[in-house]
């Protein structure tokens, strides 16, 4: 299992960037920073900067986030989401935006006076600020968040939902109480197909350099057999011609390490049952 371990690690540092993901919260991870990067062409490093300070001093000095993808991460909000442990996909089911939940006419309460104190802090905030500039980081927002209808029409809307989303008040209002989210119901996320533009990424050549040319074979998940043995056998796995498709596929590397984990539990829990020495077959 060592060997297997150190395998995966040496695959794994080399080639970070070309691992196909590997659930489905990966899927979306990947499309949701993929969509931030177009949104934020438009600005230079120095407006970025401006623009997280800005939303930094809305959320407080004990919220303040690094960067947009910390900032307006929906992450946050899929601690127990099915999404982790299940695999690649191309819809994923989240909690609805703070912008969309303030919309529904029958949210009062906490809710609503948090939500109008933050709109107005924030429009003071960003009165410096064009109409352009604050429509496009409402856009950014709206990528970081995979939001594919966010309503920004103007500054007035952009306004509100940059406050909304970013806000740190509701955050931990949410963190004490989802009650209002899950009456809401969830909001459902399509996905583009990333496991199979990832697969024909490689196929082209991105690891030929080095590793030779891709065939069908090595971009094919193992079978539940397969992870078995590779798992319990590290040296007939080295040998089996397979091992391109373990640095590239993170679905089987973890399919793969949940096994090796299995192992030495067991040999962990034997060794305390018969006194720190495992039994002589």
Known sequence: MDALEHQLGQYSQALEDLILPGTLIDCYEQHRRRLMRQASASFNDNELSWFLDMLNQLRGVADRQDDFDLLFDPIMYTENSYAWEAPPGLAIELPILNSQLEKLPHVAGEFRKIADEEITHFRTLADTYTDEAICGLALLAAAALVDC????????SAIRYLALNASARLEDYWAADDTLWKAAGARIVKLPDLFLEQKESLRRGSLEATHGPLTEVDLTCYTEEEVKHFAFNPDKFLMSGKTKHMPVCGYCQERVANWVQFAKDAEER?????????PVA
């Open 149 to 156: 209808d966010p309503g920004i029409t103007d500054r007035r």
């Open 270 to 278: 034997m060794m305390v049952q018969f006194g720190g020495k495992l």
